[in-house]
């Protein structure tokens, strides 16, 4: 069983939805929790980050963290084409945050 | 934008040849890393440095190796490629590790696409 589970689309939403993108994980040790968009033939790039549980938010973008559940979420307000990529979900232990330990990735389509 | 650099984006070379992947940064980043990342798949830790004469392996089992003579500069290197090995290579560097309030932020690289015939 993988460690993090991420649901691989593609998800197609019109422009100006609400996008919502969840991993749920196994590992309970895990405490920095990220997500990574990656454009087409390009490398990943740092979108959000968390520490522990909880929300954050910056812009159209928030994260959520529920440790609880094993379950992390990434939310998109008023979605744009520019916002189609891949989001990769992303997590590591405090003992050995060097390793991060990243979902397959979710593909999203924002149509104009 | 991240100044981090991979050499050549796309390799298709032949069963048995010799090939190093490049990487450098110029950031100044102690900590750098290689992943391998195939289609739908996870990107999976191959490689790590610590800093200048450290190196150690990932998770994921690899026939690669690595050396790390110089800060900016994390060559990976196939003595002997084979067609198993096709799979994009992804370098990246960070200042720090992850935590609490410290991102550990990972700079990547384009890539490097490798096929193996």
């Known amino acids: 069983q993988k460690e993090v589970e991420q649901d691989p689309g593609p998800l197609s939403v019109p422009e100006g939805a609400i996008v919502s993108l969840n991993c749920t994980y196994s590992n309970s040790a895990f405490q920095y929790f990220m997500w990574y968009r990656q454009y087409s033939r390009k490398g990943p790039e740092l979108l959000m980050y968390?520490?522990?549980?909880g929300n954050k938010e910056d812009g159209r973008f928030t994260a959520q963290v529920d440790k609880s559940s094993k379950y992390i979420s990434l939310f998109i307000r008023d979605s744009q084409p520019s916002d189609s990529a891949t989001y990769l979900c992303a997590m590591s232990e405090v003992d050995s945050s060097y390793k991060l330990i990243f979902g397959s990735g979710t593909r999203l389509l924002v149509r104009p | 934008e991240a100044d981090i650099y991979q050499t050549p984006r796309y390799l298709v070379i032949g069963t048995g040849k010799k090939i190093t992947l490049e990487c450098s940064q110029t950031?100044?980043?102690?900590?750098m890393y290689w992943y391998q990342q195939d289609p739908g798949m996870e990107l999976h830790l191959i490689h790590y440095?610590?800093?200048?004469?450290?190196?150690e392996k990932g998770d994921l089992s690899s026939e690669s190796t690595v050396s790390r003579i110089r800060t900016e500069h994390f060559p990976l290197t196939l003595e002997s490629a084979r067609p198993s090995h096709t799979s994009q290579y992804l370098c990246?560097?960070?200042?720090?590790?992850?935590?609490?309030?410290?991102?550990?932020?990972?700079?990547f690289g384009e890539g490097s696409r490798l096929t193996v015939l």
């Open positions: 950031m100044g980043h102690d900590k």
């Open positions: 968390t520490y522990s549980s």
């Open positions: 440095s610590y800093g200048v004469n450290s190196t």
């Open positions: 990246a560097s960070s200042e720090i590790w992850a935590s609490g309030t410290n991102t550990g932020e990972l700079f």
